[in-house]
């Protein structure tokens, strides 16, 4: 007998304590539409980082057009995440009012996954470590993030892999800090604009990463005008500044100089 034999649906997706993870506190009817919509974002969460996982070691490989499909994914799941703001946006601010003191310290700012996205993506900043109990599954998957060359830094090494001269403080640095943009990485990306024809495998591989940049900007806004919509300029639970804190990282990028080549064409 297969493992398959007798197999259900529900089985196969364990939907039994799936469907039993939701414990709304209050009793507000409109509360448990806000606990699905964050454990939703938060699966789609742990397959964009299983799909990030595998584009890294196809980039590493130099596999550029075998990645388009990893890539193309978190993109689109991205497109998907951003149309749920518009399902929290029934959430009235009266509605949200009736059960808001229940999440107590809790906030979206503490999601591990959302950071380590950002951190394989090349958005980083060690502080957030500090949001993850030591010890706990999320501080060391952060830690693991950061210790590794994110997807941009990848990027960059298959760039000078393939005779561009990359500059070595692009190449050759601590993982654990934020990049900082270099003129000489904007030139040599600029080159692969200039003669697409002859640097195709790079050219399109640099136009999936900009998507993704993209839509993690259309995700970011729509969350601050979501937020805006729900609670005004209130300060955010966990202690965030809110909307104006949500609106200081519109202007991050992951792949900045793919931006700012643009200029330059």
Do not use: C
Request: glycine share 6%.
């Amino acid at each position: 007998m297969s493992r398959s034999d007798g197999m259900t649906y529900g089985g196969y997706l364990t939907l039994e304590p799936l469907l039993s993870a939701q414990h709304p506190i209050s009793d507000h009817h409109d509360e448990l539409l806000f606990i699905i919509l964050h454990q939703t974002k938060e699966l789609w969460l742990k397959q964009i980082i299983h799909e990030l996982d595998v584009a890294l070691g196809l980039v590493r490989d130099d596999r550029l057009i075998e990645v388009h499909k990893n890539l193309s994914r978190v993109s689109r799941i991205q497109a998907v995440m951003t149309l749920s703001w518009d399902v929290l946006t029934t959430l009235t601010p009266t509605d949200y009012m009736q059960f808001r003191d229940v999440l107590g310290g809790s906030s979206g700012f503490q999601s591990a996954q959302f950071r380590q996205f950002e951190f394989l993506l090349g958005i980083r900043d060690p502080a957030h470590l500090r949001f993850q109990d030591e010890g706990s599954p999320g501080h060391e998957a952060l830690a693991a993030a950061l210790d590794r060359p994110s997807l941009w830094d990848e990027a960059n090494a298959a760039l000078a892999r393939a005779g561009f001269p990359v500059p070595s403080a692009a190449l050759e640095r601590d993982w654990r800090q934020p990049y900082v943009p270099d003129p000489g990485v904007e030139d040599a990306w600029a080159d692969v604009y200039r003669d697409t024809e002859r640097w195709w495998r790079f050219y399109q591989f640099a136009e999936k990463l900009v998507d993704i940049d993209d839509a993690m900007t259309a995700w970011r806004h729509k969350h601050v005008v979501t937020v805006e919509r729900v609670i005004g300029l209130k300060r955010g639970t966990g202690g965030t500044a809110g909307v104006p804190y949500l609106q200081s990282t519109l202007s991050k990028r992951a792949f900045p100089e793919l931006w700012t080549l643009r200029t330059q064409l």
